[in-house]
């Protein structure tokens, strides 16, 4: 932990409590995010990842604690301070959450249109540079999004999220529903952008091998809190059942091999 | 983050190799400024670029440079980039690297014969539609029939459930609607009829209007509203959720179980909801002709009894289970035509709300005319 202290840190929060009716989600969750580092939340199923995500992104309120990004509380930041705060990160959503009356260019466009005295020229140029960016080809920036795979659909989210040259991204379950290939291809996107842009990325996901190909770190929920965080060796030595379990499960192992194998072949 | 430090673009084109000297912040912010300083320098010259005062520099101010380069390099030129620090090397590499070249797609201008087939297309999806309509009438049918000789494979819960949904819960806004449609036409009658003193004719206007046309017709065009988009949302749901594909691979007929309880459902209860619009409006209309016109309900009674033939009330109802096959036929046909994306169910919804509204109006044109061709 001593070479984590020197980094700055990025997002902290502080006692967070959501629960919904009577079912609490977390209780008392402190998590630091370090600049520059891809951290993964893993959890079970239900055990708030995406909720996590949300609170931090200001779409859930939690009924206690604090959340500090960038800097700035976010729960008591007035209107403006917020709206500043929102330009410097980028969300992409499960399936893209791409605005389905707009072409992929056009989505790219929407965060772009309040700066001032941006050129409309520009930053149709702009856009398009995002698409490819994030691996699309240039035609797919005049398609619609229901015309668009659902492959095809996350990476022009992932454009959407990156428009601004956000500091900090957030990625709910990037690799969810993609196939195996196409997960890979997306884990090494995720991984060559966060580098080549200098960003932190807060990934939410299920998916070993993306904490393999992509995540310095990484935080697992249990027990509506933050368990444990570390590297993915760290992970390995934890006796928690739910931890041991899901990092020595089989599918870790093939995905811990897969990782070893890439890595050999270097 | 402290405000954007200014940018400082600097371009001296006085010796052979054109220097260009960029400060401060090339961001997103002040991109456009900055294209329109690089676009000037001319493709003629070698260019050295002096990128040790940028602070600070995004995807927009490395696109502006990249775009430059690429430019200048086509040119045939040399481009040098000087005292660039390993972060905006990194980033003008990505950036490079990703510029996207157009693909320009054939663009076709749309001649007469584009127009013709356009034309014949849209002929053509609607012969189709009507087509597709009529072939669930059949199904609907064929079904309907194959219950009637196995009574096991019926589900008479459905029915119940959709009477219910389709017939109970409607009677509110039914009745309400139609005692108001009373109230309206024995105001507007009375005030036109006192001009020839002929105000007790009101009643004849009152029972021929509302038991002969407008009771049907507007319960039709309500439950056309109500029903009609219920049948859509709930078929085309189960559609996108693909239980209509797990039924049919369990054996199940998505035609038995999803058509025959609903449109059987429709066709038993319009003619009841028809019946309650007739009286409520009469009674609505009876209401405002006591008050106004100060007949008495028991006048009322007689003169409508006297006055008007029960054939009002008869070509009034039989029009009511035509109209209900054709609201819930236009409701289950568009639930089944659902896609697996939401915006479809939206569309389809709403077509099916104006597809059965406007299919009861036609149909309503057309008894009307054959009401009057055989006389009654």
């Known amino acids: 932990m001593q070479e984590t202290d020197e980094k700055e840190?990025?997002?902290?929060?502080?006692?967070?409590?959501?629960?919904?009716?009577?079912?609490?989600?977390?209780?008392?969750?402190?998590?630091?995010?370090?600049?520059?580092?891809?951290?993964?939340?893993?959890?079970?199923?239900?055990?708030g990842k995406s909720v996590l995500l949300r609170t931090i992104a200001g779409l859930q309120i939690p009924m206690a604690g604090t959340i500090n990004v960038l800097g700035t509380n976010v729960r008591t930041a007035d209107e403006d301070t917020r709206v500043m705060l929102e330009r410097r990160w980028g969300v992409m959503f499960q399936d893209g959450a791409l605005f389905s009356s707009l072409?992929?260019?056009?989505?790219?466009?929407?965060?772009?249109?309040?700066?001032?005295?941006?050129?409309?020229?520009?930053?149709?140029?702009?856009?398009?540079?995002?698409?490819?960016?994030?691996?699309?080809?240039?035609?797919?920036?005049?398609?619609?999004?229901?015309?668009?795979?659902?492959?095809?659909?996350?990476?022009?989210?992932?454009?959407?999220?990156?428009?601004?040259?956000p500091e900090l991204l957030f990625l709910d379950e990037p690799t969810a529903g993609l196939d195996p290939i196409g997960a890979a291809e997306f884990d090494k996107l995720i991984h060559g952008l966060s580098r080549s842009l200098g960003l932190t990325v807060f990934l939410v996901t299920h998916d070993l091998d993306t904490l393999h190909a992509t995540c310095d770190r990484?935080?697992?929920?249990?027990?509506?809190?933050?368990?444990?965080?570390?590297?993915?060796?760290?992970?390995?030595?934890?006796?928690?059942?739910?931890?041991?379990?899901?990092?020595?499960?089989?599918?870790?192992?093939?995905?811990?091999a897969s990782a070893q194998a890439g890595h050999g072949g270097d | 983050m402290s405000p954007n430090p200014d940018m400082n673009v600097e371009i001296d084109e006085t010796q052979a190799t054109v220097r260009l000297v960029?400060?401060?912040?090339?961001?997103?912010?002040?991109?456009?400024?900055?294209e329109g300083h690089l676009g000037k320098i001319g493709a003629t010259a070698p260019v050295a670029a002096d990128l040790s005062g940028v602070q600070r520099i995004d995807t927009a101010g490395a696109w502006a440079v990249a775009t430059l380069r690429e430019r200048i390099q086509a040119g045939g030129q040399q481009f040098d980039i000087l005292g660039a620090t390993e972060q905006v090397e990194d980033l003008l590499h990505s950036v490079a690297n990703a510029l996207p070249h157009p693909e320009a797609l054939p663009v076709r201008r749309a001649t007469l014969p584009d127009w013709i087939i356009r034309v014949g297309k849209a002929v053509s999806r609607s012969v189709q539609f009507l087509a597709a309509l009529t072939s669930y009438l059949g199904?609907?049918?064929?079904?309907?029939?194959?219950?009637?000789?196995?009574?096991?494979?019926?589900?008479?819960?459905?029915?119940?459930?959709?009477?219910?949904?389709?017939?109970?819960?409607?009677?509110?806004?039914?009745?309400?609607?139609?005692f108001l449609i009373g109230v309206v036409l024995a105001f507007q009658g009375s005030t036109q009829l006192r001009q020839f003193g002929a105000e007790v004719f009101v009643v004849d206007l009152l029972a021929i209007s509302i038991l002969r046309e407008l009771g049907i017709l507007l319960t039709s065009i309500i439950v056309a509203g109500r029903t009609a988009s219920a049948f859509t949302a709930a078929i085309g749901s189960m559609k996108m959720r693909e239980e209509i594909d797990a039924m049919r691979t369990l054996g199940l007929d998505p035609a038995m179980t999803l058509f025959v309880p609903r449109i059987l459902a429709l066709i038993l209860m319009l003619p009841i909801l028809g019946l309650v619009?007739?009286?409520?409006?009469?009674?609505g209309g009876g209401l405002m002709a006591w008050i106004d016109l100060g007949i008495s309900p028991a006048m009322f009674v007689t003169r409508l009894i006297e006055g008007t033939d029960v054939n009002h009330v008869t070509v009034g109802m039989i029009k009511a289970p035509f109209f209900a096959v054709i609201i819930g036929v236009v409701g289950c046909h568009a639930g089944m035509q659902v896609q697996s994306n939401a915006e479809s169910l939206g569309r389809m919804t709403s077509n099916a709300v104006v597809t059965a509204i406007f299919a009861v109006i036609v149909a309503d044109a057309v008894f009307s005319i054959f009401f009057a061709q055989i006389g009654i």
Do not use: Q
């Open chain 2, 277 to 283: 619009a007739d009286v409520m409006g009469l009674v």
């Open chain 1, 103 to 165: 072409n992929v260019r056009e989505n790219v466009e929407v965060p772009m249109r309040p700066v001032v005295g941006l050129d409309p020229a520009i930053r149709s140029k702009l856009a398009d540079l995002k698409v490819s960016m994030v691996g699309l080809p240039y035609l797919a920036g005049d398609k619609f999004p229901s015309e668009l795979s659902g492959g095809m659909r996350k990476r022009a989210g992932l454009a959407r999220a990156l428009a601004l040259d």
């Open chain 2, 22 to 34: 960029l400060r401060g912040a090339l961001t997103i912010a002040n991109v456009t400024e900055l």
């Open chain 1, 9 to 47: 840190v990025i997002i902290s929060l502080r006692g967070i409590r959501n629960e919904f009716g009577s079912h609490v989600v977390h209780a008392d969750l402190d998590l630091d995010v370090y600049r520059g580092e891809i951290l993964g939340v893993v959890g079970g199923s239900g055990s």
């Open chain 2, 139 to 178: 199904l609907f049918l064929a079904r309907l029939g194959r219950a009637a000789r196995h009574p096991t494979e019926f589900r008479l819960t459905a029915l119940v459930h959709h009477c219910e949904e389709v017939g109970l819960r409607a009677v509110p806004i039914v009745a309400l609607m139609s």
């Open chain 1, 218 to 256: 990484i935080a697992v929920l249990a027990e509506n809190k933050v368990l444990v965080t570390g590297t993915l060796n760290d992970m390995l030595k934890v006796d928690h059942p739910w931890v041991h379990e899901y990092f020595h499960g089989p599918r870790a192992r093939a995905a811990t």
